[in-house]
């Protein structure tokens, strides 16, 4: 780090703000994507609704199987 850095008047944990959900982006490839985005223009929904969609399907599925 530099010397001219001067956290002299720095207040510890400032941003911190506990309990908060971050929402991360998810990336997929390409090739996931776009049948995922036909498959949203068919639904007339946005791409994360279709993916959450399926995902939760998934889950179920697992579920039910353990």
Do not use: H, T, W
């Not at 720095?10 to 929402?23: H, I, S, T």
């Not at 995922?36 to 039910?64: G, T, W």
């Amino acid at each position: 780090m530099r010397k001219e850095y001067d956290f002299s008047q720095g207040e510890r944990g400032k941003f911190l703000k506990k309990d908060v959900k971050l929402n991360l982006p998810v990336y997929l490839e390409d090739d996931i994507f776009d049948y995922i985005e036909k498959i949203a223009k068919k639904r007339k929904a946005d791409v994360s609704s279709v993916v959450n969609q399926l995902l939760r399907s998934d889950i179920q599925m697992i579920e039910s199987v353990k």
